[in-house]
């Protein structure tokens, strides 16, 4: 099985808002990755968990907290966003942060900021 | 320079066709090479990865790596209507090195197969 489920499928929130996103594998894996993806734009990284610590924050903005509670779950929390974060966040998984040639993504939650 | 170019199509191609799709790169040092499949509003689905120079086939599919000229290839015989998505190009360094777990993508290139 090399499913990672993410939830919601969509969202709409207002700029005021906190919201979280929520990102699943059971696989074992022990690297998790949130990417943000633009329209006719490739995966943009965000974040890096190995063995559930943060090792990479590709500068993103203080507005997007991510959190992984256990090896199997990773959040996203969302507050204060704009217009523009208005995207498609993908979660991954990998073996570990070694084998990140071989993720495994999950379907994205749609986001929009109104 | 982008570290990694990819033409964005789109390519058109007739049902039955053999696909070719194309990546070039600047860094040396990218050890690892990947071919993700994304279908409209759905997340990027791995095809295969290379490690370092030659071929892999797996069924209809073949990468190709060539890192003298800096050049990786994707061929898709025998297309099909169910190819047609955007196929994007990743490339990573060898573990160890700085950025591990940061995959470098290209822009994506969008495939229609014609029936």
């Known amino acids: 099985d090399t499913e990672v489920t993410q939830t919601p499928k969509h969202l709409v929130m207002g700029m005021t808002n906190k919201k979280s996103l929520k990102c699943e594998q059971h696989?074992?894996?022990?690297?998790m990755y949130w990417y943000k993806q633009k329209a006719k734009k490739p995966p943009e990284l965000m974040f890096v968990?190995?063995?559930?610590?943060?090792?990479i924050n590709e500068s993103v903005p203080s507005r997007f907290s991510p959190e992984c509670p256990n090896s199997s779950l990773l959040n996203l929390h969302l507050h204060a966003l704009q217009p523009e974060d208005s995207a498609l966040y993908l979660c991954?998984?990998?073996?570990?942060?070694?084998?990140?040639?071989?993720?495994?993504f999950g379907p994205g939650t749609r986001l929009t900021v109104t | 320079q982008k570290e990694v170019e990819q033409d964005p199509g789109p390519l058109s191609v007739p049902e039955g066709a053999i696909v070719s799709l194309n990546c070039t790169y600047s860094n040396s040092a990218f050890q690892y090479f990947m071919w993700y499949r994304q279908y409209s509003r759905k997340g990027p689905e791995l095809l295969m990865y290379?490690?370092?120079?030659g071929n892999k086939e797996d069924g209809r599919f073949t990468a190709q790596v060539d890192k003298s000229s800096k050049y990786i290839s994707l061929f898709i015989r025998d297309s099909q209507p169910s190819d047609s998505a955007t196929y994007l190009c990743?490339?990573?360094?060898?573990?160890?090195?700085?950025?591990?777990?940061?995959?470098?993508f290209g822009q994506g290139t969008t495939l229609q197969v014609k029936p």
């Open positions: 696989m074992g894996h022990r690297a």
């Open positions: 990743a490339m990573k360094f060898l573990h160890g090195s700085g950025n591990t777990g940061k995959l470098i």
């Open positions: 968990y190995s063995y559930e610590k943060l090792s």
């Open positions: 290379t490690y370092s120079s």
């Open positions: 991954a998984s990998s073996q570990d942060r070694g084998r990140a040639y071989e993720q495994y």
